[in-house]
């Protein structure tokens, strides 16, 4: 069964940047799965930040991350990262990576994600 182990995250100050890496351990299945990051701040619900979709190989974004953070997939490596520059305070909250159902069409649908990793708490001082 694949699991996702997430690194990297902590604390910055704002207009810093972070990155943040999930790996993929025991991958099962092909390439046919949309991978996202997810995001949840105390007393909010569980946002995507952003997704790749493995069907046309690029990226969708929430509108309060666009243009800011970045989202790469490396097939070699089992890899899926998050580049966020330009923090700010209100991108505090615990992250999340996740992978898809296999074969998922579109990559924003919450409901299509079975797979997560752990969590890693990013915190933006301001």
């Known amino acids: 069964q694949v699991q996702l182990v997430q690194s990297g995250g902590g604390l910055v100050q704002a207009g810093g940047s972070l990155r943040l890496s999930c790996t993929a351990s025991?991958?099962?299945?092909?390439?046919?799965?949309?991978m996202a990051w997810f995001r949840q701040a105390p007393g909010n619900e569980r946002e995507l930040v952003g997704c790749w979709r493995w069907r046309t190989q690029f990226s969708t974004y929430s509108n309060s991350v666009k243009g800011r953070f970045t989202i790469a997939r490396d097939y070699s490596k089992n890899t899926f990262t998050l580049q966020m520059n330009s923090l700010k305070p209100e991108d505090t909250a615990m992250y999340y990576c996740a992978r898809s159902r296999e074969y998922a069409e579109e990559c924003t649908k919450n409901q299509d994600y079975l797979t997560w990793g752990q969590g890693t708490q990013v915190t933006v001082s301001s």
């Open positions: 025991r991958w099962t299945g092909g390439s046919g799965h949309n």
